[in-house]
């Protein structure tokens, strides 16, 4: 999670969505969500020997709060 003016970053389930991820953040942390947008990252194919894998997909969401609001996960540092 990185904070930048007010945005955070979450990986979320794959099949979360902006509605979900608003109400979590919402009701989790007691926040004012002003925008999400979500970003899908494809896995990638690795190639071990002769054999190939694929790493997972994930899903990731930006959060904008309204102004003022902070999400403290770490106090103290």
């Not at 999400?36 to 959060?63: C, F, H, S």
């Amino acid at each position: 999670m990185q904070q930048e003016s007010g945005r955070y970053t979450f990986q979320v389930a794959l099949d979360a969505n902006k509605g979900l991820v608003k109400e979590a953040v919402e009701r989790n942390f007691g926040v004012t969500v002003l925008a999400v947008n979500i970003t899908m990252l494809r896995g990638k194919q690795k190639r071990y020997g002769p054999k190939i894998k694929k790493t997972p997909d994930t899903k990731k969401a930006v959060v904008t709060l309204k102004p003022g609001d902070r999400i403290n996960l770490v106090e103290g540092l």
